[in-house]
């Protein structure tokens, strides 16, 4: 079975701080990892790691049981796709996809019944003769992955493929590469820094900052139960809020006569209070806040509030809102929804809806 496992992998370029710095995790045969994280954090360094084309400073790689630290990626029994596609311009459809089977000389017998069934899973045969330029970049993406799936790799990387296409054409290719995945039970790890691809994608996601790993874990565990103040400002739109634990706020808190939330004290290391904004209604009676803005999306509006010393506290209300900016508002959340944080930015303590 092909697991991917990372042993203490770092990554020194030169004098600067490590790329990657002492990262372990494992992949299951037959799943979906998502790297995940902002610009610079070791996404690509680590995938490629993962492929051979970059070898780690330290720490070891097995793939399907084998060490494959200091093996080239043509041993590595993977395939790649990439932002770029990487198709050779005056080559076919046809010849791009074929191309790997040929270097590699596999039986000719093969090729035609391996294309056939990649063209008609990736919806590619009425194009096998076009060359690259000649596709919109949503054909050119299949092409890409149509290369990758050819080779039948029980493994398969990808670094941010879905980056040049538009934001409708994005949404389809996610569903495609999920199913596609799921289909043939290949083991993907999939580079992107757009956190609803992550969510909406992975079995696992591996929350990246800063060249470590902040949280690994099952979307709805990192949506549910974020680890550090990190993973909770980076998964979810807009982000979860954050409260600053000072006295006016809490005082502000505890003087929602009905607010179910907060009637005890934090305890006193407790720095910062955190609540999705989903999990906030606005209601008759409950904590004070003062309306900053109102942003209204259709299906529902994003009230921007003041509560207690902590500005541009989010709201997600279904529909429309009718109320101006400076009104006062009365907010309600459960205390099963509260995550708090401590000085350092980790969890206090995990919120009771998620340690269930
Ligand atoms: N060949 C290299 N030489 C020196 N530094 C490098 C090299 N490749 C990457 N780095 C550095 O390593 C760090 C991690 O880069 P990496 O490309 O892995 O980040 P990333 O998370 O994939 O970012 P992005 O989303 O912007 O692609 C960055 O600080 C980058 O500047």
Redesign the pocket.
Known sequence: MSDIILENIV?Q??S??P??NHISFNVRAGTFTV?L????????????MIAGL?TPTSGRILIGGRDVTDLPPAKRHISMVFQSYALFPHLSVRENILFGLKVRKEPASQHKPRLDKVAQLLGLAPLLDRRPAQLSGGQQQRVALGRAVISQAPVCLM??PLSNLDAQLRHEMRREIRALQRQLGITMVY?T?DQTEAMSMADQVVL?NG?AIEQHDTPDRLYGSPRTVFAARFIGTPPMNLLSLDETTVTAMRAGANAQAFQDAPHPEARKLGIRPEHIAIAQEGVPAVVETIEYFGADSIVICRVGSSSGVAVRSAGHVHARPGDPLRLRWSPSQQHFFDASGKVFNPSPATTS
């Open positions: 990554k370029y030169g600067a701080p790329a990657v790297l994280g902002p610009s610079g954090c070791g996404k690509s360094t680590t995938l490629r970059d670094d941010e580079v820094h990246l060249g």
